[in-house]
């Protein structure tokens, strides 16, 4: 635990030492109808836009300008490929080697995608294990899968949930559940870090337990992209997703990663639904030969993608290049280590950290369950300029982004907090 302090000299004393203080002024800080910055909690629903995201995007539009079809190659940045840009910048954030990762599609149309690979249900192993608190759209999304494949979307779903009275998973019930049906889960499929709780899993953990019952492992990792260190190629998982406007500050709806491990990088038996840009790019235009799979995450590119898209993806993962993931979880755990202590002071009876206490087993973001409230105090944070996020019934999220957010910012939230429960 560091040494953290209370009051504000502290505070600013904090930002004036900190390594990363220079990025904050890379990005556009929202501001209120007077003109002040306001305090904003939310990179972890649409991550901030940085600066340098303009200059990028009007290149492309430049070059669109200019050369219209022949900006494939006589672009800057030729968009023929130009989703290999991102790749080696994207890898180092989600720890994968380059040939696991693609820039493609949506998350949830990535989750799918690669279910149509990973999912291979049979007779007797055909089940789908999700945490019982999954984000909706992939409880959705596997619910859908079962029946596509002519199951039944609620025998066929396993969920692992806290134990009784408690709001976090537990490893021990995870194993419970395979010692039991293991033999019937052909799919695990975990979010990474769960965007309620914040609860970060062990990813490593979770998928050697799953392999040792057979069942195929993947995660969604919409919230530990770009906010912790998920070591994807060392987890062994056989395939992740995530977005890029989370974390990734890649501006709203905005493309997304996949990873898919090495070992299955070559296996063309893998079945997998394909268009022209999983082909071998070297004879992709000749359009009249055979299929010819791209090796790697690559090959389960479809189409070509939204290069402006992808510019605001280059200009984000720039961002990121420069700071390097290790720097910034350094001080994010200074950050939400010092929320926390601010946090503490407010006492047992107003409120709860859902959060886990563990540095190792958190983001930056901490959920905090306000005892009697209701989502008037979500609008009195509003209106003293915190952006927060609120979910019924009881509790609000937020995430101090290293990238960005200031020791004063989390300072000013909690006093702002305090004074609106004291009041
Ligand atoms: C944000 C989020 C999504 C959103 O999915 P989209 O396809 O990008 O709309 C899905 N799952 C999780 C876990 C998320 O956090």
Redesign the pocket.
């Given at each position: 635990m560091l040494n953290y302090k209370s009051g504000l000299d502290y505070a600013l004393k904090q930002d004036q030492n900190d390594p990363l203080k220079v990025f904050r002024h890379q990005f556009h800080i929202p501001k209120d109808k007077h003109g002040n910055a306001l305090i904003y909690m939310t990179g972890n629903?649409l991550g901030l836009q940085p600066k340098q995201t303009k200059t990028y995007v009007n290149q492309e539009l430049e070059d669109w300008a200019n050369f219209g079809v022949e900006g494939h190659f006589e672009a800057k940045n030729p968009w023929l490929n130009y989703h290999e840009f991102l790749t080696q910048t994207m890898a180092n954030v989600v720890g994968a080697k380059p040939i696991e990762v693609v820039v493609m599609n949506?998350?949830?149309?990535?989750?799918h995608f690669m279910m149509a690979s990973f999912y291979k249900p049979t007779k007797s192993r055909y089940k789908i294990l999700i945490e019982s608190d999954?984000?909706?759209?992939?409880k959705y999304a596997v619910e859908s899968q079962l029946r596509h494949h002519g199951y039944n979307d609620k025998e066929g779903l396993i969920l692992w949930k806290p134990p009784k009275d408690k709001t976090l998973l537990y490893y021990e019930d995870l194993e419970t559940i395979l010692q039991q049906e293991g033999d019937t889960i052909a799919l695990i499929m975990i979010?990474g870090v769960n965007?309620y709780t914040g609860q970060f899993l062990n990813l490593k953990r979770i998928t050697k337990l799953g392999h040792e019952y057979g069942c195929v492992v993947g995660f969604?990792c919409?919230?530990g992209a770009g906010n912790v260190e998920l070591n994807l190629h060392d987890s062994g998982a056989d395939f992740a997703a995530w977005?890029t406007?989370?974390y990734l500050n890649a501006g709203p709806?905005s493309l997304?990663g996949c990873f898919v491990h090495e070992r299955h990088a070559y296996n063309k038996d893998l079945n997998r639904f394909t268009g022209w840009w999983s082909h071998n790019k070297a004879t992709r235009f000749n359009m009249r030969g055979e299929f010819d799979m791209l090796p790697g995450a690559e090959g389960w590119q479809l189409s070509n993608p939204p290069i402006l898209s992808m510019a605001a993806i280059k200009a984000s993962l720039d961002v990121f290049a420069e700071v390097g993931i290790g720097a910034l979880t350094k001080k994010s755990k200074k950050l939400t280590g010092y929320f926390e202590f601010l946090l503490k002071d407010l006492g047992e009876d107003s409120i709860r950290i859902i959060t886990p206490s563990s540095p190792e087993e958190r983001g930056c973001q901490l959920s905090i369950q306000v005892k009697q409230a209701d989502k008037s105090l979500h609008h009195k944070l509003t209106k003293a300029g915190i952006i927060s996020d609120w979910r019924e019934p009881d509790v609000i999220r937020c995430a101090p982004v290293p990238l960005y957010n200031s020791f004063e910012d989390v300072y000013r939230l909690v006093d702002t907090l305090k004074s609106i429960l004291n009041g």
């Open positions: 629903s949506t998350l949830t149309a990535n989750l999954a984000f909706p759209s992939d979010g965007y969604d919409a919230h977005c406007y989370k709806g997304a």
